[in-house]
């Protein structure tokens, strides 16, 4: 592969990712209107919960992080949300609480829109 193209996969994964990130948190939305998208969102939004819950790093990160190392960028230390989504909602780093309070906040929005998707459809 040669090495320009490191860059333009680096930066797909950050779009694919940000997208994953979109639809994990307000997918549940597009289930009001077909309801098959539920089998799609609901393993996503699992995902995301635990993703945040555990503290762990998505997969796609350590990817973009070596697409650009291979493109001869530098790379970055933690996650997707901290690195890009964090320093849009918080000033300050995202600490292991900032996390948790994340993790819930998809639970409990995805818990809302489910729960009126469904009584909606009675």
């Not at 490191?6 to 948190?25: S, T």
């Not at 996503?44 to 503290?55: S, Y």
């Not at 970055?76 to 300050?92: D, I, K, S």
């Amino acid at each position: 592969m040669t090495p320009s193209i490191y860059p333009i996969l680096a930066e797909i994964v950050v779009v694919l990712h940000f997208l994953f990130v979109v639809f994990a948190v307000l997918g549940g939305f597009l289930v009001w209107r077909w309801r098959w998208v539920a089998w799609l969102h609901v393993p996503a939004a699992i995902w995301a919960v635990m993703i945040e819950f555990g503290g762990w790093i998505c997969p796609l990160t350590p990817l973009e992080v070596w697409l650009r190392q291979q493109a001869g960028q530098g790379g970055y230390e933690g996650g997707f949300l901290a690195h890009y989504v964090t320093p849009l909602l918080y000033p300050e780093p995202l600490t292991r609480e900032i996390q948790i309070m994340l993790g819930a906040a998809l639970l409990i929005l995805n818990a809302a829109i489910y729960w009126r998707a469904f009584r909606k459809r009675r």
